[in-house]
């Protein structure tokens, strides 16, 4: 089975610049897409970013664009999320996900393995 397991939430000031990470096992990394979702309190889970398997290819929401980057290392099953410029609107729980769809996709349905989340709250 795989496994995915996110780090580098936690409280952070608007304007922080934390980076999260996926940690993966249990799977050949380099044959998934990856992506982040998350979901704000009292909101649907949504989608955050993609990348292609080979990392050449990511896509971004466009709340996040200019301001998030998605970063993959095959060689250590790992993908980062460098988040800078957080807003209060970005607080929630970051989740990662595995897919093998076989191209990029934001919908939720094409992923089959997630991680437990890691919680980010933007407060001042």
């Known amino acids: 089975q795989a496994q995915l397991v996110e780090s580098g939430g936690g409280l952070v000031q608007p304007g922080d610049s934390p980076r999260l990470s996926c940690e993966a096992s249990?799977?050949?990394?380099?044959?998934?897409?990856m992506g982040w979702f998350r979901q704000a309190p009292g909101k649907e889970r949504e989608f955050v970013a993609a990348v292609s398997r080979s990392g050449d290819i990511i896509d971004y929401v466009d709340s996040v664009k200019g301001r998030f980057r998605l970063y993959r290392d095959n060689a250590k099953n790992r993908m980062d999320l460098q988040m800078d410029s957080l807003k209060a609107e970005d607080t929630a729980v970051y989740y990662c996900?595995?897919?093998?769809?076989?191209?990029?996709?934001?919908?939720?349905?094409?992923?089959?393995?997630w991680g437990q989340g890691t919680q980010v709250t933007v407060s001042s």
């Open positions: 249990g799977l050949t990394f380099s044959y998934y897409e």
């Open positions: 996900a595995a897919s093998r769809s076989g191209g990029l996709s934001r919908r939720i349905t094409d992923f089959s393995s």
